[in-house]
């Protein structure tokens, strides 16, 4: 079972579920809103086999989410930031050898990749599940969706089912557009089923190794089954990325 | 893009079949089956399931057609994209 731990961001304290005691440390990142919870159980069996292979698993809440506290329609760009980058310096404080690996999962996927981007070197890699890139999109069709599950009842604009988006999150959100340059670690993109053709493109254009799983969209569901395959193939990559960064620090 | 309404009702078998992970074959659903009550699908995965119709056709549905009783056959979807692609 995991060891619950807090470290301080913005003011507040975050909650962060830590699983093992291994030398190497990755950092997971939980989508925003409704589909936290269909990626909960993913993480926990993530992070579980991680533990078996001798690592060290992170898994925090971002403020208003989860076991921290706060309230989500008060988050924003900046307290979110700062939750991110308090969360990879608490990692790294964990981490004896190597860098941090990152696991993301559709919009942790694009937050995943912003943190790689603004820390460098102390990133090894990063596996992202289903990613979203176009912000966009992803809140209109969440907004959409909500509506439609609610049969049209009456309905809050920036509610999705309970997540009550802030104004200045939906606008930092909204403007998240696909990635146009190579990213600065290597990264493996790990498909639900048929990959699109938006996504073919988009794993081109950053570098990413698009690897197409047997997974359904878990996401959307809140008691999802079992996908071994992708946790299996999620901690295989992982490992990679933790040997290329014992080698180019050996 | 589908040249008939045969071609039309077989792409959106595909696509219900691929988007909400059926174990079956497209060709198994009735025009009038009811994809909750015959496979258990619930609206979220409906949802998906339009989205996926979306971005096969290049179509956009208005929030207002956002029903249940649009989506829940073939015969319903196929009327609702054929009126789009029009």
């Known amino acids: 079972m995991p060891e619950q731990l807090r470290f301080a961001s913005a003011g507040s304290s975050l909650s962060a579920s830590v699983w093992g005691t291994g030398n190497q440390v990755s950092l997971f990142f939980y989508p925003l809103a409704e589909e936290r919870k269909g990626c909960a159980r993913k993480f926990a069996e993530t992070a579980a086999q991680l533990t078996r292979r001798g690592w060290t698993a992170v898994v925090f809440d971002y403020f208003g989410t989860g076991d921290s506290p706060g309230d989500f329609p008060a988050l924003d760009s900046a307290i979110l930031r700062d939750n991110i980058d308090q969360a990879v310096a608490f990692s790294l404080s964990l981490a004896k050898t190597g860098g941090l690996v990152l696991l993301g999962a559709r919009t942790g996927g694009w937050l995943a990749l912003d943190a790689a981007a603004r820390h460098g070197e102390k990133i090894a890699g990063a596996v992202l599940w289903e990613p979203v890139f176009d912000g966009g999109k992803w809140l209109k069709d969440l907004f959409r969706r909500s509506k439609f599950r609610n049969c049209g009842a009456a309905f809050n604009p920036r509610d999705a089912d309970g997540y009550l988006f802030g104004e200045e999150l939906l606008a930092a959100v909204s403007s998240w557009r696909e990635p146009e340059e190579k990213l600065p670690c290597p990264v493996a993109w790990l498909t639900a089923g048929r990959a699109s053709a938006q996504a073919e493109k988009t794993a081109k254009v950053i570098g990413a190794s698009l690897i197409q799983t047997s997974a359904q969209p878990f996401w959307l569901e809140s008691d999802p089954r079992t996908e071994e395959e992708l946790i299996e193939l999620t901690c295989n990559e992982l490992s990679s990325f933790f040997g290329l960064a014992r080698e180019k620090s050996g | ?86």
């Open chain 2, 1 to 86: 893009m589908p040249e008939d309404s045969e071609e039309l009702a077989g792409r959106i078998r595909e696509i219900i079949v691929e988007r909400l992970f059926l174990e079956i074959e497209p060709d198994d659903i009735g025009e009038d089956d009811s994809l909750t009550d015959a496979y258990g699908v619930d609206s979220v995965r409906l949802f998906d399931m339009i989205v996926g119709l979306e971005e096969d056709f290049g179509v956009s549905f208005e929030d207002e057609e956002l029903k249940l009783k649009n989506f829940d056959t073939v015969g319903a979807i196929a009327a609702r994209v054929a009126a789009k692609l029009e």
